[in-house]
């Protein structure tokens, strides 16, 4: 089946660092998501990205859609405390027709 | 509800019972979604409903693993003979319809299975 192959799988980093993570495919995909999970949480929506080349913000986080359509980055400016999670990259309009998700990323930030 | 409501939110049961899992996506979501979260893994598609109908079971893992839908709202989630290995969180997710995005994901049940 398709698959995404997210890295790194954890990192931590010093409280005010960039971070850099991304998720890549054989497969396109018409969508790339990122999404963010909280322990006990389920995943909450950050980014969503439609168009191969697309760049888009959302406060600190940026992230792109390939061009090629077969992969995407998350970028994290001036990491904080509360950035602490997984984050999750997803994609749809593969062959499966439905969200697929990488393994995700672990994120600790030392204070 | 204003969100996706999950429950139990814990589970804990003997090798060989059955177990029932709940959701109660966002009103009016047409789209229902389950997927399986394992330790240390990413999302594993189980199966999407579609009103009451569910075109598309292809991610259950075995013939214990059944689901169904009524009034096109609430879905439970039934795995019979539960094994250790089907230990997981069990997440849903609504949507308004079968696109790429607006997936609202519930907490979850994390079932234990001892």
């Known amino acids: 089946g398709q698959q995404l192959n997210q890295s790194p799988q954890s990192m931590f980093i010093q409280e005010g660092e960039d971070v850099s993570m991304n998720c890549t495919s054989s497969?396109?995909?018409?969508?790339w998501l990122w999404y963010k999970q909280d322990p006990g949480e389920g995943p909450v929506l950050l980014i969503a990205?439609?168009?191969?080349?697309e760049l888009t913000s959302n406060g600190r986080l940026t992230a792109q859609f390939g061009i090629t359509r077969k992969d995407s980055f998350l970028n994290i400016s001036a990491s904080i405390p509360s950035d602490v999670g997984i984050y999750f990259c997803?994609?749809?309009?593969?062959?499966?027709?439905?969200?697929?998700f990488g393994k995700g990323t672990k994120l600790s930030v030392k204070p | 509800g204003a969100g996706v409501s999950q429950s139990p939110s814990n589970k804990v049961t003997e090798k060989g019972k059955d177990v029932e899992l709940r959701c109660d996506p966002i009103?009016?979501?047409?789209?229902l979604y389950w997927y399986r979260q394992s330790l240390g893994q990413g999302l594993e598609f189980l199966i999407y409903?579609?009103?009451?109908?569910?075109?598309?079971k292809s991610g259950l893992p075995s013939d214990r693993f059944s689901a169904e839908r009524t009034g096109g709202s609430v879905s439970t989630l039934t795995i019979q003979r539960t094994q250790q290995e089907d230990s997981a969180v069990y997440l849903c997710?609504?949507?308004?319809?079968?696109?790429?995005?607006?997936?609202?994901f519930g907490s979850g049940t994390r079932l234990t299975v001892v």
């Open positions: 009103s009016g979501h047409t789209a």
């Open positions: 997710a609504s949507s308004l319809i079968r696109t790429g995005n607006g997936y609202t």
């Open positions: 497969s396109i995909f018409n969508t």
């Open positions: 990205l439609y168009k191969a080349g």
């Open positions: 409903f579609q009103g009451n109908s569910a075109p598309d």
């Open positions: 997803a994609a749809f309009g593969g062959s499966q027709g439905n969200l697929i």
